[in-house]
């Protein structure tokens, strides 16, 4: 299964499906962490967690295309 940031870097989501992702593994047995199920690195996943959505995007962003 393509994780979510394969999926969005491919240009197959939009950043605000990724709250269906969390929903997803909030209510999964899936013991990886939130990040592994997402397919974030470390650097992606402070980010998002220090400040927010928007600098977890810009991260992901420079990534389109690589």
Sequence with gaps: METFKEKYLAGLLAPEEIDDYVEEWNNSDDERTLACFLGLNAEEED?????GEDALFELLDRQKGV
């Design 47 to 51: 980010a998002w967690i220090s400040v």
